[in-house]
């Protein structure tokens, strides 16, 4: 491969993240599709071939039961690793730390998600943190939406000089839209047992500096998570100087509840009217007119799709893996314009 | 009125927090309810005559068509304020500062709720910490539940010469369970759309001292608040200290997830299974496996019963108003005694 030659990715599960992975490796100039994995046999996988993607299957008695379904199956997983540069596993929850060996049995640079633990790949990635450190490395894995959240805006207050200690309550939805029938809570709010939660740690597998603790509480509905946050800063500092800190990144985009985008439903109901594929929203969403500093502490609050903030960071990683891109601003850029992330929603 | 006999005490508004009052009441030995004054022509009102408590209306116009209705109505109002002590206003939001005006041409002693403003009495009540400063006033204002459960808490801390600042994410329940097929929101979640929201300010009214900052945000359930704290203390301190502060409290309950306590729904459903009226947790239940001290840093959830927390108080402030008792301490126990209230479900 040389460097102009496109990276062939393969995409290994097509669920929640899977799909819209997929999505986004289509749009992108300097990437090539080659397949997609999954066992699958019901109508999750039926868009593939209205799309052109080809499917594969992760063994050969899965390949035979899909088949059998009626589906038209390309081979197997181990077929296609032999023709991709990366893989991005997107298989549920500790079945990627599975398939680590045989991709690198295989000899192929693979992605895994937030589900992993960080010993999987040995390496945690946000793009706006960790791009340069996961330049031409084997494997790295992109961090949970939670995370990617909590990194990508304590990174910019942290790059303004301005920030000293970020504690945060997390309102995790309740399960993702597309299961909702296999039950989930109903009138209840469900505290997470361990205080603090687990996503402050994994923010410090990605920048070990950052001095982060979280709560984290189940809430019931579906549509994305919702963090408050109680940010001790170096100095007292004004609300345009603590903008700017933020704007400064290209992944945060600042909305205005006086603008209408007074909760998380009508947020995504712009998503829709922009006419992003699953109404995904890749930025975090972070209020502008309810953002307070009181001296030297900062208070605020952010919309997090779980489902959608960390398309763009895996984007992102598969460059770094394979040196599609020399620097993050470059891959930034790149994955930016051709999933259309903004600045702002106001 | 002599010490001995009962406090006579008239309760105006029979909806969420007064039916409560009036259940709080009949249990105390030294009141008496003269009488319930109400509007409604409906349902509401019916469990009344089953509790043999005499029904009066706001005014004859309203006595006319409550009796168009099959309600046997004692008189009016007026009538009822000629044969009282005290009334406990639990009429909506901001009427009660209308009747303020009628109680005190009447010569009536009167408590109003923390939907009111401060100035409507001049006096906010919270039995732990302003009995004392309540004691024989015309008036006080009763705060509302998040407020009570925040000065409670607090107040533990501060008397435990451990607290120096405190930061709350607070989860609102959409709309009270009687009323929620009028419409409240449904998978959402709605922030309150200023930072700081009301309550801390609201705590400052009982306590000016506490240095308190809170955000809000709507969830879409109806069963209570729930509370997320990060607190500054005053030094390092052990896990066990804190406890012990918040165990000096008679009305905060430590509760375990471990114990199966892991959502707000079993906590009020073991409210249920003690029998108590309405499933009322009057308690600021906190979960005691939950809650962490990191050097000088203390991090906790507790659940509110917004219906609820505050008919103890109600019932306190009753008596600071009145004489009926003489210190904060023997109200708190004779209250804390009739309701049942406990000091842990574990």
Not at 275 to 291: F, I, Q, S, T
Request: glycine share 8%.
């Amino acid at each position: 491969m040389t460097q102009h030659d496109p990276v062939r990715v393969a995409i290994n599960g097509y669920g929640v993240i899977g799909k819209r992975v997929a999505t986004a490796v289509l749009a992108q100039k300097d990437m090539r599709l080659a397949g997609v994995v999954d066992i699958a046999t019901d109508w999750r996988l039926r868009p593939l071939e209205e799309q052109g993607i080809d499917l594969y299957a992760a063994s050969s008695e899965h390949a035979q039961t899909m088949r059998g379904a009626g589906f038209t199956i390309a081979g197997t997983l181990d077929a296609l690793l032999g023709q991709v540069d990366v893989v991005v596993d997107c298989t549920p929850k500790r079945i990627a730390a599975q398939n680590a060996e045989i991709y690198r049995a295989n000899g192929r640079k693979f992605i895994v998600h937030g589900g992993e633990k960080h010993d999987v790949t040995g390496h945690s990635f946000v793009a706006e943190v960790s791009f340069d450190s996961a330049a031409g490395r084997a494997a790295t894995r992109v961090v949970s939406c939670n995370t990617t959240s909590i990194v990508r805006t304590l990174t910019a207050l942290k790059r303004a000089g301005l920030l000293k200690r970020a504690r945060g309550t997390l309102l995790r939805r309740a399960t993702d839209p597309w299961e909702s029938h296999l039950g989930g809570i109903m009138n209840t709010l469900v505290p997470e047992p361990d205080i603090p939660s687990h996503q402050g740690p994994d923010a410090q597998s990605v920048d070990p500096q950052l001095d982060v603790v979280t709560m984290a509480v189940k809430v019931p509905q579906t549509l994305a998570h919702l963090h408050y946050w109680s940010v001790l800063l170096t100095r007292n500092a004004s609300k345009e100087e603590v903008l700017d800190a933020f704007r400064a990144s290209s992944r945060i985009a600042l909305i205005r509840a006086g603008d209408g985008l007074a909760a998380i439903n009508t947020v995504k109901e712009l998503m829709a009217d922009l006419g992003r594929p699953h109404d995904n929203l890749y930025e975090v969403a972070l209020w502008e007119d309810m953002l307070k500093v009181e001296g030297d502490e900062l208070f605020y609050a952010y919309m997090v799709d779980n489902q959608a903030i960390v398309i763009p960071d895996t984007i992102d990683a598969i460059r770094a893996l394979t040196g599609l891109a020399r620097t993050a601003e470059d891959s930034i850029a790149q994955t930016n314009e051709t999933l259309g992330i903004r600045a702002a929603f106001c």
